[in-house]
């Protein structure tokens, strides 16, 4: 007789059902998932060239029905897990599988050990390098001086003191905007520079990446602004100068009858300032000094960073004019005039000048070009005065007293299926603009003109991260044409959106207070709540924690050595790992080799496709970083921060053709690096000891550019 529905067969063996959840490691119970052991499985066999077709659903079956004898319908561990999947592939004897699946094991749990010895508990699955930055910069302490909050709880923090600024425009709302922002956060969809994940919701209220600050020509001004730095040093973040203002050296001094010692001299004193506050800080006070092209003393500006490891805490940067640039073509005279006087006091060839400036650039990496025309055919309120100056990177030219709020998109986070998620980055746009304009309400300010500065104008930089990972998810190598048009379509996806945002913010809440004086209102624009929108900074420490290449740059290297905790640790780009493991060419032996030049290059384990989008910096033509930048920029309100990365052989030429073609592609800066013209650079090729090459990098390397302080 047939058994009821529902009933069971007296005398019959019903089988086991399976767990049901899974205990994690943090000990929150997860749904069980019998598709990640598939792909676990998978990964492994191709790795070790053993895949065969439902390999993975077959073990993952034989692990199903393991764990259902043992937790019938239960509760099982991950590492009851893992140990049943070791047992089914040595049953179903797939040793070379089940090893490779061990050493993968092993691997995650010295991960797991090295956290555990930093004290830090990241449920965001962080790097190790970002977790070790974050204990020592970022993540909260007690009265004693320990690590009090997890990675997460630290996303969390920053969340709900930004969207503190919603209660002012809809009571009650401040919940629902904290727990939004905090799952993008947690969600790495984007971050906020680092003053706001190290200060947002503690007793240092500074939440902006930089400012610029004034200096005129007088003691009183320069020591102003060395005090003025000193607390914005003090409070984690960056300054930018000009000092096209100051006198030149020996010039007269009418209230003492001396002669001054010119902009050169006061910025080493800037300098030393900046070094002095770093040592009770907790990271460099990077600073960016700009001068004109026309000051007298530019020859001397321009060769300031060539002996050994002067002026630590800056960047250099000359302002050139396009009469300038027009000069240097037909090697025209080119004036030097004195700021106090406005008097030319001698003339120059502009080739000669130009000349000097390229050969310091190539011996130094300083100084890079700001191109101050275009800038300032861009600046939103040209009333307020000319813009001088620009953060510690370039990416952000400002007034004076001007503040740079800076996010960055993590476009890796948005590569699904192998195609970019496009609905999703509009809204994460949307979102970490909305972010960012209620970051400026909840600023605190270390300098009072800072604060109505930055009311008034609002001004905000959003911008991107990982765009060479996802040219790289999608196969589409990064000097192409293909990653321009893409590169491009991303930038004006990202302007349009926060537009959009903008805009929809100013009929809520009112436009910027300066709107009326804007380029917007003259040329009828409607109002927007921020007067500048996007900007795209080098990420540096962010684009480590979000584990995604920096900014727009390309890949520096594949793989490299990192000394972590006393031991020297092989890492490679995550997405090559992944990609490798799932494509079945991965091996210890591979990853060492690349360790060793840092790039791909020809090696014939590696599939062509893959190699072609893996391409690093070094072995770019520089006529495509400029064109990336280009396509960049064109969609971008304020400016790129972009380094174009040449190879140690390449000449002065090379420095003049990429200072000449980034003024032609309308760039409005750019900055050259050549591996090794820099002492103590964070990337390097050295002997291991046995005289075998890797490719090292320093504990504070972040990724891009190898040479510039290029953290914020």
Request: aromatic letters at 6%.
């Amino acid at each position: 007789m047939a058994a009821s529905p529902g009933r069971a067969v007296p005398g019959a063996r019903q089988r086991a059902r399976p767990p049901t959840k899974v205990r994690a490691r943090d000990g929150t119970i997860r749904p069980f998932d019998a598709a990640r052991i598939e792909r676990a499985v998978e990964l492994a066999a191709r790795e070790v060239g053993a895949a065969e077709p439902a390999l993975g659903a077959k073990i993952a079956r034989a692990v199903v029905d393991d764990l259902a004898s043992a937790f019938p319908g239960g509760l099982a561990s991950v590492e009851d897990v893992q140990d049943a999947i070791e047992r089914e592939l040595m049953a179903a004897d797939l040793a070379d599988v089940a090893r490779a699946y061990v050493v993968f094991r092993r691997r995650r749990a010295e991960v797991r050990e090295s956290k555990r010895l930093l004290g830090v508990r990241d449920e965001l699955k962080l790097g190790i390098a970002a977790v070790t930055v974050l204990k020592e910069r970022y993540l909260r302490r007690d009265a004693h001086g320990r690590v009090s909050e997890s990675t997460g709880e630290m996303m969390d923090r920053v969340a709900g003191h930004v969207a503190q600024a919603e209660e002012a425009y809809e009571p009650g709302s401040s919940t629902r905007w904290a727990d939004a922002f905090a799952r993008a956060l947690r969600g790495l969809e984007f971050l906020p520079n680092s003053p706001t994940l190290m200060n947002a919701g503690t007793g240092l209220g500074l939440l902006s990446a930089c400012v610029v600050l004034p200096v005129e020509d007088s003691l009183a001004s320069l020591f102003s602004a060395l005090r003025d730095a000193a607390l914005v040093h003090q409070s984690g973040g960056g300054t930018g100068f000009s000092f096209s203002h100051v006198r030149p050296a020996g010039d007269r001094v009418a209230s003492t009858g001396g002669r001054a010692s010119g902009p050169v001299s006061f910025l080493k004193v800037f300098d030393v300032a900046a070094e002095v506050v770093r040592a009770g800080g907790r990271r460099r006070g990077a600073s960016m000094a700009v001068l004109d092209v026309s000051h007298p003393d530019i020859v001397e500006f321009a060769r300031a960073k060539l002996e050994g490891d002067a002026l630590p805490s800056f960047n250099l940067s000359v302002a050139v004019h396009d009469r300038f640039m027009r000069a240097v073509a037909g090697n025209e005279v080119h004036r030097l005039v004195n700021p106090r006087t406005g008097r030319t006091v001698a003339t120059v060839r502009a080739g000669e000048l130009f000349q000097t400036l390229c050969e310091a650039a190539w011996a130094s990496g300083d100084p890079g070009l700001v191109f101050i025309d275009r800038i300032n055919r861009s600046n939103p309120l040209p009333s307020l005065g000319r813009i001088e100056a620009t953060n510690p990177c370039g990416e952000v030219p400002l007034l004076p007293y001007e503040s740079c709020n800076l996010a960055s998109i993590n476009l890796a986070r948005l590569v699904v299926d192998g195609r970019v998620d496009w609905e999703r980055l509009r809204a994460v746009a949307g979102l970490a603009l909305r972010f960012l304009d209620d970051e400026i309400d909840v600023n605190g300010y270390p300098v009072p003109e800072l604060g109505p500065a930055a009311l008034a104008s609002r001004k905000v930089g959003l911008g991107m991260m990982g765009l060479a990972e996802l040219l790289a998810a999608l196969e589409v190598p990064y000097d192409s044409e293909e990653a321009l048009r893409l590169a491009g379509r991303v930038a004006r996806t990202i302007a349009a959106s926060a537009r959009d945002a903008s805009a929809a913010l100013a009929s809520q809440r009112g436009p910027f207070p300066l709107f009326a004086e804007s380029r917007f209102a003259r040329r009828g624009f409607p109002p927007l709540r921020n007067a500048q929108l996007t900007a795209v900074p080098p990420t540096g420490t962010v684009s480590l924690i979000a584990g995604t290449t920096a900014g727009i740059e390309p890949l520096f290297a594949v793989a490299y050595v990192r000394n972590v905790l006393g031991r020297h640790l092989v890492e490679v780009n995550p997405l090559f790992e992944r990609v490798a493991r799932r494509r079945g060419f991965y091996s210890e032996s591979l990853v060492a080799d690349i360790a060793r030049t840092g790039r791909v290059g020809d090696d014939p384990r590696v599939p062509p496709r893959t190699r072609a989008a893996f391409v690093t910096a070094l072995e770019i033509p520089p006529a495509w970083h400029l064109r990336m930048q280009a396509a960049v920029q064109r969609y971008t309100d304020a400016a790129v921060s972009k380094t174009v990365n040449l190879s140690a052989d390449a000449s002065v030429e090379d420095v003049r053709s990429i200072f000449l073609g980034a003024w032609r592609a309308r760039l409005k800066g750019i900055t050259v690096y050549r591996y090794g013209s820099k002492e103590g650079q964070v990337l390097t090729l050295v002997g291991d000891g046995d005289g075998a090459p890797v490719v090292r990098a320093a504990a504070e390397y972040a990724g891009g550019c190898a040479g510039r302080a290029c953290e914020f």
